[in-house]
């Protein structure tokens, strides 16, 4: 930068280093979200034949990151053993949880460090195949896994039977054949079901059914999940369930 300076003798002229105003500001990170919902979508498929094929899509959460008066290159730690560099980066997280997500920036100047924490919670959708009689030759159970990650989490969500209009109507049914629904949570351990909380155990003659559950303060360990099990005692079947639930990120 010139400066003309006018003094009585004259004219003089100053050259200036011109200083950039934002090299003084600190080194920062922003996040595009401080929290973010990972999907989880099962779809049972049967082609006539209840042998049922499992669709499974998972969508994870993206985060991006952007580095701020960063007088370097810069280095991200995103706190789950994934590493990038670059003034930008995007970031998906495979488990609930909370993270650290460290920028460092390292010049002629030294190191500056800059730290953000975001978190992921869990959202699942399961469609399950047609419910059968548990009196049938094909009887089976419903299950729907919950896929819970060690710590403490909440879970909410709710069980919806429907009837899938192929036959008459739930409400037109006399009363000898109303229809029958037991949702169960099942706490299991290595596979084997080790306590059994019923929900629902009773009849009802609408088209739909919601059944809604709550899980304050679940803590596994390795090894422990919970599920939902759906049974029925109708001769045909008639009722297609879906099940929704989200979950916290989990607290250790």
């Not at 229809?179 to 009773?202: A, P, S, W």
């Amino acid at each position: 930068m010139i400066i003309m300076i006018s003094t009585a003798g004259g004219v003089a002229i100053a050259k200036l280093s011109e200083m950039n105003s934002s090299s003084s500001a600190p080194f920062a990170v922003n996040a595009s979200s401080m929290s973010g919902v990972n999907e989880y979508i099962l779809i049972e498929v049967d082609e006539g034949d209840n042998d049922e094929e499992e669709v499974i899509t998972t969508k994870l959460h993206e985060f991006f990151f952007e580095s701020l008066n960063a007088k370097g290159m810069v280095t991200w730690d995103f706190g789950d053993g994934s590493f990038a560099t670059g003034k930008e980066a995007s970031h998906s997280y495979e488990d609930a949880g909370y993270y650290t997500v460290t920028a460092t920036s390292t010049s002629s100047r030294g190191i500056e460090l800059a730290t953000i924490i975001v978190m992921v919670e869990k959202s699942g959708y399961v469609e399950s195949d047609n419910m059968e009689c548990a009196c049938s030759p094909t009887a089976k159970s419903t299950i729907i896994g919950l896929v819970p990650v060690p710590g403490m989490v909440n879970f909410e969500g709710v069980v919806t039977v429907t009837h899938d209009g192929s036959s008459e109507s739930c409400s037109l049914r006399n009363p000898f054949q109303e229809c029958h629904l037991r949702v169960i949570i099942e706490y299991t351990k290595d596979g084997n079901v080790m306590e059994q909380q019923i929900l629902f155990d009773d009849t009802f003659r609408t088209n739909e059914k919601n059944i809604e559950f709550e899980l304050i303060d679940f803590e596994t360990e390795a090894g422990e999940s919970v599920q939902i099990r759906l049974e029925t005692d109708q001769l045909r079947d008639w009722h297609k369930p879906s099940t929704s639930w989200t979950m916290t990120a989990p607290i250790w």
